[in-house]
């Protein structure tokens, strides 16, 4: 099945330093993957949708110049957190769709990642 | 636009029913999806619907009704690791996939 891998699973950082979170889709092309944010105890709120050689589009409320998304290729998505804040500290998850469309499972999420900033 | 409406959390006893309801209102409605989620992970995909009816899978059985912008998620023979969060998200016509804040369900034993 559609596997879709994000790396690192936890970081803790700096305040002040960028974090950056990649996203990749393992056996699939995705010409657009999602970024979602999750506090604790609340729900994923989508940030930006990503597309492949263009630019993301955000939410309103995300600042584009803070979390900077790069979609460079067809199975790779970045997002890099800007001079980080401990108010950035958060679950962070992307997810992807192929372009192939599998209703059994249309988006695949990656395992997430909890950055901690200090 | 797109909003999801969800109880916040449900307690239910182990090898019993619950029934988790979501209504929404979304643009260009194209498929309501239901997942669940422990804490600290990934969503896991249940199930998809995108018309009117009743779709079974194994213990978990998911309805939809476009004209009433309802739907929910029935587990039957409840087990204790079915506590989790439940999402039911709904994805429009441009593949924007929106979630609600979740059901949180306890299971007693």
Not at chain 1, 79 to 87: F, G
Not at chain 2, 11 to 26: D, L, M, P
Not at chain 2, 55 to 69: A, D, I, T
Not at chain 2, 89 to 101: L, Y
Request: aromatic letters at 12%; one cysteine or more.
């Amino acid at each position: 099945g559609a596997v879709v891998s994000q790396h690192p699973s936890w970081v803790i950082c700096k305040s002040g330093t960028s974090v950056k979170i990649e996203c990749r889709s393992l056996d699939f092309q995705a010409t657009t993957m999602f970024w979602y944010r999750q506090f604790p105890k609340q729900s994923l709120m989508l940030m930006a949708t990503s597309n492949e050689g263009s630019k993301a589009t955000y939410e309103q409320g995300v600042e584009k110049d803070k979390f900077l998304i790069n979609h460079a290729s067809l199975t790779l998505s970045t997002l890099t957190v800007t001079s980080a804040h401990p108010e950035d500290s958060s679950f962070y998850i992307c997810s992807a769709t192929p372009e192939e469309r599998s209703y059994n499972s249309p988006l695949h999420f990656g395992n997430g990642t909890r950055l901690t900033v200090t | 636009g797109q909003n999801i409406d969800q109880p916040t959390e449900m307690t239910a006893t182990e090898g019993a029913i619950v029934q988790i309801n979501c209504t929404y209102q979304t643009s260009g409605f194209n498929g309501l999806f239901w997942y669940q989620q422990h804490a600290g992970e990934a969503p896991t995909f249940l199930s998809y619907n995108v018309l009117d009816g009743l779709e079974e899978k194994g213990r978990f059985s998911s309805f939809l009704s476009r004209s009433k912008g309802y739907s929910y998620l029935l587990l039957k023979e409840l087990q204790m690791k079915d506590s989790a969060s439940y999402l039911c998200p709904t994805m429009n016509r441009d593949d924007k996939i929106i979630f609600g804040k979740g059901t949180r369900l306890h299971i007693l034993p």
